[in-house]
Protein backbone atom coordinates (compact mmCIF):
# COMPACT_ATOMS: atom_id res chain seq x y z
CA UNK A 1 0.00 0.00 0.00
CA UNK A 2 1.34 3.59 -1.24
CA UNK A 3 2.04 5.89 1.49
CA UNK A 4 -0.42 9.31 0.92
CA UNK A 5 1.59 11.94 -1.13
CA UNK A 6 2.93 14.74 1.31
CA UNK A 7 0.91 17.96 0.87
CA UNK A 8 1.09 21.25 2.59
CA UNK A 9 -1.97 20.26 4.62
CA UNK A 10 -0.05 17.12 5.60
CA UNK A 11 -0.81 15.92 9.19
CA UNK A 12 0.83 13.82 12.16
CA UNK A 13 -0.38 13.11 15.65
CA UNK A 14 1.73 14.49 18.71
CA UNK A 15 1.84 12.31 21.64
CA UNK A 16 -0.27 14.80 23.21
CA UNK A 17 -3.19 13.40 20.82
CA UNK A 18 -2.67 16.86 18.74
CA UNK A 19 -2.09 17.05 15.28
CA UNK A 20 0.94 19.45 13.85
CA UNK A 21 1.31 20.25 10.13
CA UNK A 22 4.01 18.54 8.73
CA UNK A 23 5.28 21.69 7.02
CA UNK A 24 5.73 24.65 9.10
CA UNK A 25 6.82 28.16 7.91
CA UNK A 26 9.79 29.00 10.72
CA UNK A 27 10.62 32.65 11.29
CA UNK A 28 14.05 32.85 12.63
CA UNK A 29 15.66 35.59 12.12
CA UNK A 30 13.06 37.70 10.44
CA UNK A 31 12.56 41.11 12.36
CA UNK A 32 9.74 41.90 10.07
CA UNK A 33 8.06 38.66 10.28
CA UNK A 34 4.40 40.15 9.69
CA UNK A 35 4.59 40.30 6.04
CA UNK A 36 6.16 36.67 5.82
CA UNK A 37 3.65 35.30 7.73
CA UNK A 38 0.54 36.58 5.71
CA UNK A 39 2.04 35.15 2.85
CA UNK A 40 2.94 31.76 4.06
CA UNK A 41 -1.09 31.43 5.09
CA UNK A 42 -2.13 32.30 1.34
CA UNK A 43 -0.10 29.95 0.61
CA UNK A 44 -1.41 26.92 2.30
CA UNK A 45 0.80 27.01 5.54
CA UNK A 46 -0.58 26.33 8.79
CA UNK A 47 1.85 26.36 11.24
CA UNK A 48 4.74 28.88 12.06
CA UNK A 49 7.45 28.22 13.98
CA UNK A 50 9.26 31.00 16.34
CA UNK A 51 10.81 31.54 19.26
CA UNK A 52 10.88 33.74 22.12
CA UNK A 53 14.56 34.84 21.43
CA UNK A 54 13.62 35.21 17.55
CA UNK A 55 11.69 38.69 18.95
CA UNK A 56 8.60 38.37 16.62
CA UNK A 57 5.94 36.56 18.51
CA UNK A 58 4.12 39.68 18.63
CA UNK A 59 4.25 40.19 14.27
CA UNK A 60 3.05 36.47 14.42
CA UNK A 61 0.29 37.22 16.87
CA UNK A 62 -1.07 40.04 14.39
CA UNK A 63 -0.39 38.45 10.93
CA UNK A 64 -2.79 35.39 12.21
CA UNK A 65 -5.78 37.85 13.59
CA UNK A 66 -4.91 39.84 9.91
CA UNK A 67 -5.01 36.87 8.03
CA UNK A 68 -8.81 36.18 8.48
CA UNK A 69 -7.91 32.33 9.48
CA UNK A 70 -9.67 30.90 12.74
CA UNK A 71 -6.85 30.66 15.67
CA UNK A 72 -7.88 27.11 15.68
CA UNK A 73 -6.99 26.25 12.40
CA UNK A 74 -3.53 27.69 12.98
CA UNK A 75 -0.45 25.72 14.37
CA UNK A 76 1.64 27.88 16.63
CA UNK A 77 5.02 27.08 18.15
CA UNK A 78 7.41 29.13 20.13
CA UNK A 79 10.46 27.82 22.24
CA UNK A 80 12.13 29.04 26.00
CA UNK A 81 15.65 30.08 25.48
CA UNK A 82 18.17 28.85 28.72
CA UNK A 83 18.04 32.30 30.20
CA UNK A 84 14.58 31.49 31.03
CA UNK A 85 15.02 28.02 32.23
CA UNK A 86 14.09 27.32 35.92
CA UNK A 87 10.21 27.13 37.52
CA UNK A 88 8.75 30.58 38.23
CA UNK A 89 10.91 31.96 35.26
CA UNK A 90 8.99 29.74 32.96
CA UNK A 91 5.87 30.43 34.27
CA UNK A 92 6.47 34.03 33.55
CA UNK A 93 7.86 33.54 30.27
CA UNK A 94 4.81 31.76 29.20
CA UNK A 95 2.24 34.34 30.15
CA UNK A 96 4.89 37.01 28.41
CA UNK A 97 4.59 34.42 25.20
CA UNK A 98 0.89 34.57 25.55
CA UNK A 99 0.76 38.78 26.15
CA UNK A 100 2.94 39.23 23.32
CA UNK A 101 0.57 36.74 20.62
CA UNK A 102 -2.22 38.16 22.31
CA UNK A 103 -3.55 34.24 22.29
CA UNK A 104 -5.44 31.93 25.01
CA UNK A 105 -2.78 29.44 24.32
CA UNK A 106 0.23 28.15 22.12
CA UNK A 107 -0.24 24.79 20.40
CA UNK A 108 3.51 23.77 20.60
CA UNK A 109 5.80 25.05 23.30
CA UNK A 110 9.59 23.62 23.29
CA UNK A 111 12.30 24.09 25.42
CA UNK A 112 14.96 25.46 23.18
CA UNK A 113 18.28 24.57 24.05
CA UNK A 114 19.97 22.25 26.92
CA UNK A 115 22.28 25.12 28.11
CA UNK A 116 20.90 25.40 31.83
CA UNK A 117 21.97 22.61 33.03
CA UNK A 118 19.60 19.70 34.00
CA UNK A 119 17.73 20.89 37.01
CA UNK A 120 17.12 24.22 35.53
CA UNK A 121 15.58 22.03 32.43
CA UNK A 122 13.67 19.70 35.07
CA UNK A 123 12.09 22.98 36.61
CA UNK A 124 11.34 24.60 32.71
CA UNK A 125 9.66 20.97 31.55
CA UNK A 126 7.77 21.27 35.03
CA UNK A 127 6.37 24.59 34.97
CA UNK A 128 5.42 23.72 30.89
CA UNK A 129 3.23 20.91 31.65
CA UNK A 130 1.66 23.07 34.61
CA UNK A 131 0.99 25.33 31.82
CA UNK A 132 -0.27 22.92 29.06
CA UNK A 133 -2.67 22.07 32.46
CA UNK A 134 -3.94 25.19 33.34
CA UNK A 135 -4.71 25.00 29.46
CA UNK A 136 -2.28 27.71 28.26
CA UNK A 137 -0.40 25.27 26.07
CA UNK A 138 -1.49 21.85 24.05
CA UNK A 139 1.94 20.36 23.49
CA UNK A 140 4.99 20.48 25.32
CA UNK A 141 8.07 19.29 23.80
CA UNK A 142 12.40 19.47 23.40
CA UNK A 143 14.15 21.34 20.76
CA UNK A 144 17.99 21.29 19.92
Known amino acids: MASPALSIGSTTRLSSGHLIP ?6 YQNYD ?11 GYRHVDSAQMYR ?6 NAVRESGLRRED ?10 DHGYSKTLKSVDASLTRFQ ?6 FLIHD ?3 GKQKRLETYKALLEAKAAGKIKSVGVSN
Do not use: C, H, M, W
Not at 22 to 27: E, K, P, Q, R, T
Not at 75 to 83: D, G, L, V, Y
Not at 103 to 108: A, I, N, S
Open 103 to 108: FDYVDL
Open 56 to 61: NEAQLG
Open 114 to 116: PLS
Open 74 to 83: VFITTKIASR
Open 22 to 27: LLGFGV
Open 33 to 43: AKPAVLEAFRA
